[in-house]
């Protein structure tokens, strides 16, 4: 790991060939956490894992920095059991205050055989509305989710649990230069910070603009080689070593 501030004044050396910081600083740092961002969106360096409450409708609310996930389970006796994803399941409605109904349950869905009119399947004059929640998806004993990025909550469907765990790509927020980057992003900001800086300064032709472009795709590129190696293998050797996988039914 690597202070951000270290990285801009590496970029000062071996970029602007300066050997000292000069009152350009705030501006390059400023540049170089705009680049993190930047790059996090597609290499996903920076994810979050928190524990969130189920709400009594069978939702549960998004972090207000949330990008998408990349687990969302249980915890089991220190082991986690993931979810089951259902894109069947529909959107929840609103009652009149505004606020997320909770699903009801049906016996039946066919109408005349003594249906609930309270259910999300039926409207109130008792027409049935083809909203069959959590029906036709999933295939999980834990239960099922989906997730409504949107309108900010995870739908529920089949889950006892009265809190969920979610690890999730989260936007950058409160850097300053002592915050620490993963080795492998390195060079790609620093070939960020340099085409940001010349795109802007006069003396640079547009052929330099566009071999600054192409360093930092490259640069980028061998990034996201480095954190597909070394991460995900990882994650994915966690998740079958450490993680209980949801039996199937």
Known sequence: MKKLEEVVREFYIEDL????????????????????????????????????????????????????????????GGKMSSLGLNNNMAKRTNDNCGDIEAVAENTSLEVGNGFNYGSNHFTEDGQYSGRSFGIGGGGNSNGTYKVYKQEGYIALNSVSATEIILK?????????????????????????????????????????????????????KTALLRSNRFSIPEFLNAYRSGYRSSPAI
């Open 17 to 76: 060939r300066l050997a000292q910081l000069d009152g350009r600083y705030p501006m390059f740092l400023q540049s170089a956490i705009s680049g993190l961002k930047e790059l996090n969106h597609d290499l996903k360096s920076i994810t979050t894992e928190v524990i969130l409450p189920v709400n009594a409708n069978d939702t549960v609310d998004l972090p207000n920095n949330y990008i998408d996930y990349m687990v969302i389970g249980l915890v089991d």
């Open 168 to 220: 999730y790509l989260a936007t950058i927020e409160q850097v300053d230069g002592n915050f620490l980057i993963e080795e492998f992003l390195v060079e790609a900001l620093k070939s960020w910070m340099w085409y940001k800086y010349i795109r802007r300064a006069k003396g640079y032709g547009l052929g330099d603009k566009q071999m600054a472009d192409i360093e930092y795709k490259k640069n980028k």
